[in-house]
């Protein structure tokens, strides 16, 4: 089954602090990087039935105006709600927007990064964003979740 290849990059994940009470204080980051493989493509395809050729035919990606194939938008931020639940276990994702700013191609390495803005009891807003290697913003946006023991 090929979510699981999907989520394989969380060993890399840093911190920026140490306890998960100190990871939940505003202005705390958690990051993660992830090289976005052909094969991650072919199975977020599979998964999701987004076949957009650009995505998937490196001729058409050419003549739509890229130097290579596209990679997902969806994808670059999936790595949010995995960096929330992974180090936040029992974390209900509520909510996310999306910017998608500038185009990421198949092969790339992608920088996901979540910020702490807003700790208000159980619910914690993070500010997201996906970056390239040269620190170009992918995508960005705002998730909120609800965090479980915090009142």
Not at 46 to 53: E, H, M, V
Not at 116 to 135: I, N, P, W, Y
């Amino acid at each position: 089954m090929p979510i699981p290849k999907l989520l394989r990059f969380v060993q890399t994940a840093t911190y920026a602090t140490r306890s998960a009470r100190d990871r939940l204080q505003v202005g705390s980051v958690l990051e993660c990087r992830r090289d976005f493989s052909p094969e991650d493509v072919t199975a977020f395809v599979t998964t999701t039935g987004d076949s957009n050729p650009i995505h998937t035919d490196r001729n058409a990606a050419e003549a739509s105006g890229f130097s290579g194939r596209v990679l997902p938008g969806v994808l670059c931020a999936s790595l949010f709600p995995a960096l929330i639940g992974s180090n936040f276990p029992g974390a209900i994702y509520l909510s996310q927007t999306l910017k998608f700013r500038v185009p990421a191609l198949v092969g790339d390495c992608v920088t996901a990064r979540i910020t702490v803005e807003k700790v208000s009891g159980s619910r914690v807003a993070f500010k997201t964003e996906c970056l390239s290697g040269s620190g170009v913003v992918l995508v960005d946006g705002v998730a909120m979740a609800l965090m479980p023991g915090r009142q």
